[in-house]
């Protein structure tokens, strides 16, 4: 077969006739000029963030094209789950090797799938050579004044996870050979890396019930101490309440007890949220995790008192912590 041009790989792979101009979707103007045309809804604020995964620092070179679609997708989605914004529009920014049309129809499968799911339109992007890259920019709405910010948790407060902590980064760890899984729980926690399920439900429903929301990306200690800093106040946290799964339960009580302590607190690529909301309000988050069938713990309480403290289960505070993955950290 002929080698693909980049117009025909873009018309083949990306663009969809169910992505064009739709004014329910929001879409004046799709695909195809030099710039997409969206309208907002009436009295929403459109919420923008970009996330880029760059091959051989955020995945395997060899990693499943299929997994890559959703996940570059899934988190950018995650991010606007943090914000409590329905997600609407994305744009795709990717350098490819090739136009290599197997690895192609792959990545837009799992992309598409993703996509479809949410309600999301591929509504433009931009497409060169070079070495595997790829730039998802999403946007959606929140109603004014609505959003989920980092600066508004409150002494008091009780911090709240959803999901599992950990797993992700224990299936690098396994691959490592720094612990040692059985097979199911390896698949499990593959699983968790390559197909992290953004919380956007939860997102939503957190609308004027949180008062601070974060997602867990680079770890719980990183995050959390994003939100503790933006709101200037601390947090005791219980370490036996963080959630985490039977395998990472089963490698704390081994002889790999501190790698998986790290999984747990510092580990990333969880995409889970870690939110604050008021004590009055347990109840109300008891009853939405039953709701959206999710799992949603409290783990703390919000301190006056700058810093983050976890404490094991004889009340002893864990010293030191383990710290966040950074890009640039020597
Ligand atoms: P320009 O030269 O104005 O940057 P391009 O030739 O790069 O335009 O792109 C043509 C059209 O295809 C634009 O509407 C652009 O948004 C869209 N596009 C390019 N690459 C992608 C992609 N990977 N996914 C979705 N749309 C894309
Ligand atoms: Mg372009």
Not at 74 to 92: E, I, K, Y
Request: with cysteine; glycine share 10%.
């Amino acid at each position: 077969m002929a080698a693909l041009t980049e117009f025909e790989l873009i018309d083949r792979f990306f663009r969809r006739p169910e992505n064009s101009a739709d004014n329910a979707r929001g879409i004046v103007l799709g695909i195809g000029d030099d710039a997409a045309l969206l309208a907002l809804t009436p009295g929403n604020q459109l919420a923008a963030s970009v996330d880029m995964l760059v091959s051989g620092r955020h995945f395997f070179a060899d990693v499943e094209p299929e997994a890559l679609g959703h996940k570059v997708l899934a988190v950018n989605l995650s991010d606007m789950a943090a914000m409590g914004a329905t997600p609407r529009w994305a744009l795709l920014a990717g350098a490819l090797p090739d136009a290599d049309a197997q690895w192609l129809k792959g990545f837009a499968r799992g992309f598409f799938a993703l996509a479809t799911a949410h309600g999301v339109d591929l509504v433009g992007g931009d497409t060169t050579r070079g070495p595997l890259n790829l730039c998802v920019t999403l946007l959606g709405e929140v109603p004014a004044g609505k959003a989920l910010l980092r600066s508004g948790a409150l002494a008091g407060d009780s911090v709240w996870l959803s999901g599992a902590l950990g797993d992700a980064s224990l299936a690098l760890a396994h691959h490592a050979g720094r612990v040692v899984l059985t097979a199911d729980e390896a698949a499990a926690c593959w699983n968790a890396l390559l197909r992290p399920a953004p919380r956007i439900a939860l997102g939503v429903r957190l609308r004027g019930l949180a008062s601070a929301a974060i997602d867990v990306s680079d770890g719980l200690v990183g995050d959390l101490g994003h939100v503790l800093e933006a709101s200037k106040v601390g947090a005791l946290l219980e370490l036996a309440a963080i959630p985490r799964s039977k395998a990472l339960d089963r490698q704390l009580a081994s002889s790999a007890h501190d790698v998986a302590l790290r999984c747990l607190l510092a580990g990333g690529d969880d995409y889970e949220l870690c939110f604050t909301a008021a004590p009055s309000h347990d109840r109300r988050v008891v009853a939405l995790a039953i709701e959206l069938g999710l799992e949603l713990r409290r783990v703390g309480t919000i301190a006056a008192q700058p810093g983050l403290v976890v404490q094991d289960s004889s009340g002893r505070p864990l010293a030191p912590l383990p710290q966040a993955y950074d890009h640039f950290a020597a």
